[in-house]
């Protein structure tokens, strides 16, 4: 999905429904994404633009906005949910824990984004829980062992 965060307006009076939490937290984001912009081409009249991520981490966030971590993660839970962003992938610091890439859904796409949303069973924030707590398997071991 192509998302250049370029000569646009972030939708804060539409964050600002979501708490003020959701707002510092969104803010932060939507300049960090603003700033990556890769702009490709495939093929002639074919663009395979990427950018708009954001690799901060839920403690950077609160350390970053004075607030509590417990506050991040229940504001990024709430922007997830209403498709302001998207979780990515999952990247390991540089002192080996987890987090999350986030994706700043562009203005444009948000009417897209909530119809995606609304085919899953849950909410985003409850699906990428549930894949956090996900053990990833090494390459040597055995999923068979697991049940024994």
């Known amino acids: 999905m192509a998302v250049i965060l370029k000569d646009v307006e972030p939708p804060i009076m539409e964050v600002a429904k979501l708490g003020y939490a959701a707002v510092a937290v969104y803010s932060l984001l939507f300049q960090s994404a603003h700033r990556d912009r890769c702009y490709a081409q495939i093929a002639p009249g074919y663009r395979a633009d990427t950018g708009g991520t954001t690799n901060w981490s839920h403690k950077a966030i609160a350390d970053t906005l004075s607030m509590g971590k417990a506050k991040v993660i229940q504001a990024t839970d709430a922007l997830l949910d209403a498709g302001f962003i998207q979780a990515i992938a999952r990247v390991r610091s540089a002192t ?11 203005p444009e796409h948000l009417e897209a984004q909530r119809l995606a949303l609304s085919l899953f069973d ?3 924030s409850v699906r990428n829980k549930r894949i956090d707590a996900m053990k990833t398997l090494k390459p040597n ?4 062992e697991n049940y024994l």
């Open 96 to 106: 080996g824990s987890k987090h999350r890439v986030y994706r700043v859904t562009h």
């Open 122 to 124: 849950e909410p985003s």
């Open 141 to 144: 071991d055995n999923p068979s």
